[in-house]
């Protein structure tokens, strides 16, 4: 039997699966909120005390930088160490990977009631494939394939490259943000955190103004990305702002898909994971992100035949973890 977990800063998924068994349908599964336990270890221990399933080794996506079997998880004082786990839980085997490196390899066996197609295009067979995934922050991740193993998926830190502008209004949100930070990164301006600096930056230049709804609402917000993003969707009197930030972030979101879709040539198709894109698909499938995502020069016709889909299962990282340990 295989445990798998999808490990993030708010909540542990944990799931033992049957290596005879469908992927889909695990033996046992449950959520617990990350915060409340001490590290990883406790919340193993937990799970693995409902169950009389032999467990024998481990596959786990983190929420964090995977080096050298050892992880810090983004917002949680975790420390977790493959070597400690399967020590302490007498496994055979503990895998860590990176939560885009399990979301990229939930690709390949992700079926049509998972997806949200934008743009079918043309796929390759075999072709390369870019994972872009705005949520928190920015991940990005790709597939290629051999012969031997099938797709095989890749880390990318490429969330932090540097953010290029494609319109004088983006030059101008860049030159805002330059003088808030030394690196304005495409995470900056492309996830979770990156919405409320589009916002500020369009208030800050008088692009729409702000009206005492909306003030009161985001001072009274712990995260101001669900305020915008519901006024933006709502359509509210006076949500402007909003719906000229969210349309800039499409525009960005669509233009760096394009980059990573030429970085990697990703034939294959593009897939849009994250908790922003099930949220927002209203928005992804207008012009505005496909003009972004296929502008580029010269390739223009390489990017129109390239497929684009919306990864809408919420359980993605969790299936590519435990889908690359039944590999490994």
Known sequence: MLLAGDIGGTKTNLAIFSPKGDLREPQLEATFPSSHYPSLEAVVQEFLGQTNLKVDRASFGVAGPVIDGQATITNLPWKIDAAELKRKFNF???YLLNDLESIANAVPILQPADLHTIHAGEAVPHGAIAVVAPGTGLGEAFLTWNAKDGYVAHVSEGGHTDFA??????M???QFMLKRFDHVSYERVCSGMG????YEYLKASGHAPEPDWLAR???EAHDHTPVIVNAALEGKPGSELCVETLKMF???LGAEAGNIALKVLSTG??????GIPPRILSLLTTETFANAFREKGRFVPVLTRMPVHVILNPKSALLGAAARGMKL
């Open 172 to 174: 101008g949100l860049l």
């Open 195 to 198: 919405l409320p600096n589009i």
């Open 92 to 94: 055979s085997s503990v």
């Open 165 to 170: 502008p494609t319109d004088d209004l983006q």
């Open 269 to 274: 198709g593009v897939y849009l994971g994250g």
């Open 217 to 219: 609402a985001l001072a």
């Open 250 to 252: 499409v525009s960005i």
